[in-house]
């Protein structure tokens, strides 16, 4: 994953998922892990749901990470570069380099804006940008020099195809194409909604329908699907998805992970990875 950022010459990386628990932190280590072997300086930072508890990670030394005040253990081996005006609910983000290695908490910022502040301030003290993202805060990376990871587990679905389904859809919003000024084209102010969509269908049009960024995108699943075939989508600010990775095994269920791989790389057109088997599975 970390060759096919660098060979797309993106500075970032935003891993997102279908939902909870799919892999997400596991894909960031994976990819954290190949930069740190291959002697690049890292940053990392986070901007999930500002509610939920992130996963301690293994941050080895020199890496530069963003992290809530309240969040540092009380003696950090730790240097701080700086603090930042943006506010967090565990208190205002930092940015601090390790010195020793140990875990420590990521956090970020809750707005799209905040995280793209984040990625520009990363990329100036680090060679490779991880993010672990959300896919409403993605649109941090439109129109930049960022790559997506999507990653999709079998604790997001009950059935190995709706999982299939689900990040299908997802990648097709994520990767709409740019809109081409020389075409005649309607532009959408805000969200492209479901209902607008449908009426769109319903009069069969046939000019771009251009929107913001993907995010702007609020559909999903089989419908969402249909939709974009039938309607020629487009954006003011593109998004570069890479790849795809699995989590096979939830508590609930388990996907038999050769097949469930080979079923997102067939949906999606993306190389597909199975983190937890540290390997390419298709």
């Given at each position: 994953m970390l060759e096919l950022a660098r060979g797309a010459n993106a500075r970032s990386i935003f891993v997102v998922g279908i939902g909870r628990d799919v892999g997400k932190t596991t894909t960031l280590r994976a990819i954290y892990d190949a930069a740190c072997a291959g002697s690049l300086s890292v940053g990392l930072a986070s901007c999930g749901i500002a509610s939920s508890r992130k996963p301690q990670l293994w941050l080895k030394p020199e890496t530069v990470f963003v992290t809530a005040r309240d969040a540092l253990p009380r003696t950090p081996a730790v240097e701080i570069l700086r603090l930042s005006p943006l506010p967090t609910a565990g208190g205002r983000l930092l940015y601090a380099r390790v010195a020793a290695a140990g875990k420590y908490e990521l956090a970020g910022p809750p707005t799209a804006?905040?995280?793209?502040?984040?990625?520009?301030?990363?990329?100036?003290?680090?060679?490779?940008?991880?993010?672990?993202?959300?896919?409403?805060?993605?649109?941090?990376?439109?129109?930049?020099?960022?790559?997506?990871?999507?990653?999709?587990?079998?604790?997001?679905?009950?059935?190995?195809?709706?999982?299939?389904?689900?990040?299908?859809?997802?990648?097709?919003?994520?990767?709409?194409?740019?809109?081409?000024?020389?075409?005649?084209a309607i532009q959408v102010d805000g969200a492209l909604t479901a209902s607008s969509a449908a009426a769109l269908i319903a009069a069969r049009e046939r000019r771009q329908i251009v929107v913001r960024d993907p995010t702007q995108i609020a559909f999903s699943g089989k419908a969402g699907s249909r939709a974009l075939e039938r309607l020629r989508v487009r954006c003011h600010r593109p998004l570069r998805v890479i790849a795809a990775t699995i989590a096979s095994t939830a508590p609930e269920r388990t996907f038999e992970p050769r097949a469930f791989a080979r079923a997102v790389a067939d949906a999606t057109g993306l190389p597909t990875f199975d983190v937890y088997a540290s390997a390419r599975a298709a």
């Open positions: 804006s905040g995280v793209s502040e984040v990625v520009d301030d990363l990329c100036e003290l680090s060679e490779m940008v991880i993010i672990d993202g959300a896919v409403d805060r993605v649109a941090a990376l439109a129109g930049a020099k960022g790559a997506i990871v999507v990653a999709c587990g079998a604790a997001a679905a009950k059935t190995m195809p709706e999982a299939v389904d689900e990040i299908s859809s997802l990648v097709a919003r994520l990767s709409i194409p740019p809109y081409d000024p020389a075409e005649p």
